[in-house]
């Protein structure tokens, strides 16, 4: 029987992407996006649907399609504005799935840098529905940092900066996902019957400092002491952030040399194109086509305080 898809997160473009994709195979008969607001590119073949996070909505276009996969890839949504939506997202969508008569396979996308706090909340919830609804078919893909030339996050903002501030001493090594690599790994997995939890990255690691001479931003080194001080201000409201745009980018966590992609690679018999130098390479040659002033802005140090502690 043909399949009936569910995305969520549709109006980032990555999860646009991957709609698309499944969408043209074969043995898919409907993808239905759903998401606060519509993709923000055409999307031919996905239907899209409205999903407010405070009510029923999403229990009604799983139980109204009758979807048998659902897509959890709404980490990066610029819709989702602070971490207890994030996660009160997730909660809706793994209720759903859990209530379904028709679902049977689950595919959810974590990360295993940015939004840390975010991450190990859906991958506890996660736990969660497996353990309470051992039929399902459940998988969570924890991407390394996604990057390339349509990716916009809290990272590539960073990135961009004019003045970047840094941890003093410390040059983490990074491994990063290109965004071509992000959509296959979750179309493929999506097609596949492979359960477990799986990293995501492209072969090799960058150092941090490198990263910042190729887009050409100046560092400026801040004691981590100093950042975990504004941190803790900043979280009971006593100062606020100049930048909300670095506000979550870069924390000493940023260090993923010890992603492990060999157990996703022998289940999907597949490994990413782009290494991580190649990947954030695209990235850099993208930044050179646009403007200086669209993509130089400045970051202050407040901001970076969240950034490089997160917790």
């Known amino acids: 029987m043909a399949r009936v898809v569910l995305v969520t997160g549709v109006s980032s473009p990555l999860a646009t992407r991957v709609a698309q994709a499944l969408s043209e195979e074969p043995g898919v008969r409907r993808v239905i996006g759903a998401d606060s607001s519509s993709p923000s590119e055409d999307a031919p073949g996905v239907e899209y649907a409205h999903v407010d996070l405070h009510d029923g909505s999403l229990d009604r276009i799983v139980t109204d399609s009758g979807a048998d996969l659902v897509l959890h890839l709404g ?11 994030n996660v009160l997202g997730t909660m809706r969508v793994l209720g759903a799935a ?5 679902v049977r396979r689950l595919v959810v996308r974590s990360s295993a840098t940015l939004d840390a706090d ?32 349509s990716v916009r996050t809290p990272l590539t903002r960073y990135l961009d900066s004019r003045v970047v501030p840094t941890v003093l001493g410390s040059d983490p090594h990074v491994q990063f996902l290109h965004e071509d690599d992000g959509a296959e790994a979750l179309v493929r997995m999506a097609l596949s019957d492979g359960t477990g939890s799986f990293d995501v990255a492209g072969a ?19 004691p981590e002491r100093g ?7 900043a979280r009971h409201g006593r100062i606020a952030y100049a ?13 993923t040399s010890g992603m492990d992609p060999e157990p996703l690679e022998r289940v999907l018999d597949w490994s990413p194109s782009y290494s991580s130098v190649e990947a954030f390479d695209a990235y850099a040659d993208s930044r050179r086509t646009s403007s200086r002033a669209d993509r130089l802005r400045p970051v202050h ?5 969240r950034a490089t502690l997160g917790r």
């Open 243 to 255: 930048s909300s745009s670095a506000s979550r980018a870069v924390r000493t966590e940023l260090d």
């Open 301 to 305: 140090v407040l901001a970076l305080a």
């Open 204 to 222: 090799d690691s960058v150092p941090l400092s490198h990263c910042l001479r190729r887009v050409g931003g100046q560092r400026l080194p801040v």
């Open 227 to 233: 950042l975990r001080v504004l941190r803790g201000l």
């Open 118 to 149: 975010d991450a190990a909340e859906v991958e506890r919830h996660t736990r969660g529905l497996q353990r309470r609804r051992p039929d399902l078919s459940v998988a969570v893909l924890r991407f390394a940092n996604l990057i390339g030339p």
């Open 75 to 85: 980490l990066d949504t610029v819709n989702v504005p602070n971490r207890e939506d």
């Open 98 to 102: 859990q209530r379904s008569t028709t």
